[in-house]
């Protein structure tokens, strides 16, 4: 068997820790081996799990692509792959051998294949160990803290020969300008927060991710405002709780200040995940409320309507709490779509607090919800607790998911006959003639229409619905609707933006009238002094002296001096429209 150097193991009791946060500007150097290593080699990433994994899969993508690596889709042909795993529920571990089986002909064919262990499963105590006994192609496993060590890690299994395990238990660290190749150029994910300090009694999060450390404002901010200059259409800020941003700063730092200078960035989209909701509050309300560019959709977990039950669930508020929260969000923002997250067969969940679920459900008519079986997870207090049968946990699922589409169903139904501005995803899997798109309040719009809108904004009009999706038509001509899509792109781009403002100064600026006019009289004498060998010269000089003065003028050398880079962003966009 290969060498197993163990620098750390997970640890939950340590994870529930607080470190004091260190803040680091910069992520480490890569190492000389792993770029020699890396040139002609490619990499593959198979992502599970919520959006905290499918940031950290654009993260570590960042990393290889500057060590040298090139992406592939196929893992066939990958010569590094890093499986990024999802810890939430149980039966992950199977699926994870499985996957880690899958790679054996990648490292028969050569054995310098090297396969990465990641997210959330490697922060369960015990686990990672077992994955190494059998497969000899593991080379690293990694936890959700050690992700910005990415590359210093494969370089020390290449020199030492071994398999690395360094799964961190807890991270003191928030690093910032991570390299990072986004999953696509129109929409994207800010992380406001890492960890969770909520502890639900039934989740695993709080362990394999930490507790709640805030990025900087400023740094979210710049992140935010890069993408709006790089004509982003979409972001959504991320945190386990993003309502509880900024409270570790202990300086008054509030989610819906950073929500207000977000929105305040002119994306033309803005959503957030996820909302506590017990600590959701007036000053966001009020936010939400003045900003149209914040999508009318809430995604606002409840896992179960009964206020007992929240109590095992260590949820801290109740059933009244909730929906007296909800009825102020539906008056301060009438058209808003909620969505929620529910639990059903808890430890000790009774057929009453289960029917408190479902008549919570009704009176909320969420526009959609996930629905979970509880699934207990070694290490947090309710997999201590009494368990629900199996069948009385999905005959209640069963009943649940009813009610779940048919409120799914009558949202559905509401959108029928109105017209949408949609955010187009590209073309759907199973007919490359229709599209895929999200319409502002999170609803799935298909609809006839080519590749090339493909992250641009388009009006549809909503015919049918079909429960999970609707169906319906495109109002534009396609053409146009690129058209405006390549302006708004363009009109996004800082060079272009201060080349216009500059050109528009240079048309209304007094001064550069007057010396439009100094030209035109100066050319007039010069035409008259033509022959004239005593006026001439001084005409000339005159003549001269205009040139250059516009030749000087600061507005003109200024926009002039731009003029090379707006071409060069022409040049790409057309590229892109190829
Ligand atoms: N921080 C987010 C997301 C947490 S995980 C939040 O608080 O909403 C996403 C969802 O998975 C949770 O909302 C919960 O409904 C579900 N979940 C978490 N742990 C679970 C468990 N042990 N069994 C079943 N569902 C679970
Ligand atoms: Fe888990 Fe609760 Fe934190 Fe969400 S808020 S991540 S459910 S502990
Ligand atoms: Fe899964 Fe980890 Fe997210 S456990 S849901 S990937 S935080």
């Known amino acids: 068997m290969k060498k197993v150097i163990y620098e750390s193991v997970a640890n939950q009791k340590e994870a529930a820790k607080r470190p ?92 310098s294949f090297l396969l990465v262990l990641a997210g959330c499963v490697m922060g369960e105590n015990g686990v990672a160990e077992s994955f190494l006994k059998s497969y000899p192609w593991v080379a690293l496993v990694i936890g959700t803290h050690d992700v910005s060590r990415l590359n210093p890690l494969l370089g020390e299994v290449l020199a030492k020969k071994a398999t690395i395990v360094n799964v961190r238990s807890f991270s003191s660290e928030v690093v910032e300008n991570l390299p990072s190749v986004r999953l696509n150029a129109y929409e994207a994910f800010v992380n406001i927060s890492y960890g969770c300090d909520k502890f639900c009694t039934y989740c695993i999060v709080p362990y394999t991710r930490g507790r709640e450390r805030s990025r900087r404002l400023e740094d979210v901010l710049k992140e935010c405002q890069d993408l709006v200059n790089h004509g982003y259409k979409q972001i959504t800020l991320l945190g386990q709780n993003v309502n509880s941003y900024g409270l570790d700063f202990k300086d008054g730092t509030t989610f819906a200040e950073l929500l207000e200078k977000v929105a305040k960035t002119g994306i033309p989209h803005l959503r957030f995940l996820t909302s506590y909701p017990s600590q959701f509050t007036d000053a966001m309300l009020d936010v939400m409320s003045r900003y149209s560019n914040i999508d009318p959709w809430l995604h606002f977990p409840v896992q179960s309507g009964s206020t007992s039950c929240l109590k095992r669930m260590g949820r801290r508020y109740t059933r009244e709490e909730y929906l007296a929260l909800v009825h102020k969000i539906r008056k301060a923002v009438p058209n808003i779509a909620l969505t929620t997250d529910l639990i059903v067969g808890f430890p000790g969940e009774t057929e009453e607090e289960f029917q408190d679920t479902l008549s919570l459900c009704e009176e909320v008519r969420y526009s ?170 001084a005409a000339k000089a005159q003549y001269e002296a205009v040139v250059k003065q516009i030749h000087e003028h600061p507005l003109l050398t200024n926009r002039d001096a731009l003029r090379d880079a707006v071409e060069d962003t022409l040049k790409e966009l057309q590229e892109d429209l190829r």
């Open 368 to 537: 959609s919800a996930y629905t979970f079986i509880y699934s207990p997870r070694p290490g947090t207090p309710a997999a201590k607790m009494e368990q629900v049968p199996p069948e009385v946990s999905h005959e209640r699922f069963n009943r649940l998911k009813k009610l779940i589409d048919d409120l799914t169903t009558e949202s559905s139904n509401e959108c029928i006959g109105k017209t949408y501005t949609v955010l187009v995803q590209g073309p759907s899997k199973k007919d490359s003639n229709i599209l895929t798109s999200y319409a502002p309040n999170g609803k799935l719009i298909h609809f006839e229409g080519p590749a090339y809108l493909t992250g641009a904004f388009a009006p549809v009009k909503v015919t049918s619905s079909h429960v999970y999706s609707l169906h319906g038509e495109l109002l534009e001509d396609p053409l146009i609707v690129k058209a405006k899509d390549v302006a708004f792109t363009l009109h996004a781009d800082p060079v272009v933006r201060e080349y216009l403002k500059l050109d528009e100064e240079v048309r209304n600026n007094p001064e550069i009238h007057a010396l439009g006019e100094a030209l035109v009289n100066a050319k007039k004498a010069l035409a008259l002094a033509q022959g004239d060998d005593q006026k001439y010269p």
């Open 20 to 111: 004091d946060v260190t803040r680091y500007e910069d992520h480490a150097a890569i190492p000389e081996n792993l770029k020699t290593f890396a040139k002609g080699r490619r990499f593959f990433i198979r992502t599970y799990g919520c959006q905290a994994n499918v940031r950290d899969e654009e993260v570590m993508a960042g990393y290889l692509t500057e060590a040298g690596f090139t992406r592939t889709f196929d893992p066939n042909e990958a010569d590094l792959a890093i499986i990024n795993t999802c810890a939430v529920r149980e039966n992950a571990e199977d699926k994870i051998y499985g996957e880690i089986g899958s790679f054996k002909a990648n490292y028969e064919r050569d054995h």
